[in-house]
């Protein structure tokens, strides 16, 4: 019997560290996104009694959602942008 101590090695992989950050930011990314899109849908539900209803067949009202770069530049992303195409 010796008086070794038996440590094991911890390997950093900073590939793995970016990995997970990445993930985190785009977890974090999903939930902002899909809190605004709640609200978006809720204001819009709220705000509906003006527009007139469509009695035949599918019109498409294109309209842009852009979010401005302070509010995703944060999580480490160049450009983010939203097309809605509501019915």
Same mark, same amino acid.
């Given at each position: 019997? $010796?008086?070794? $101590?038996?440590? $094991? ?6 590939? !793995? $560290?970016?990995?997970?950050?990445? +993930?985190?930011?785009? &977890? &974090?990314?999903?939930? +902002? /996104? ?18 007139? +209803?469509?009695? !035949? ?6 309209? !842009? %959602?852009? %979010?401005?770069?302070? /509010? @995703? +530049?944060?999580?480490? /992303?160049? !450009?983010? @942008?939203?097309?809605? /195409? &509501?019915?």
């Amino acid at each position: 019997h $010796s008086n070794k $101590s038996h440590h $094991s090695k911890v390997v950093f992989d900073p590939g !793995e $560290s970016a990995s997970e950050e990445r +993930s985190v930011r785009r &977890a &974090a990314l999903e939930a +902002s /996104l899909r809190d605004v899109l709640f609200q978006i849908i809720k204001f819009v539900n709220e705000k509906k009694d003006h527009v007139p +209803s469509i009695s !035949e067949g599918v019109i498409y009202f294109p309209c !842009e %959602i852009t %979010i401005p770069r302070s /509010l @995703y +530049s944060g999580l480490g /992303l160049d !450009e983010f @942008y939203v097309t809605v /195409l &509501a019915k």
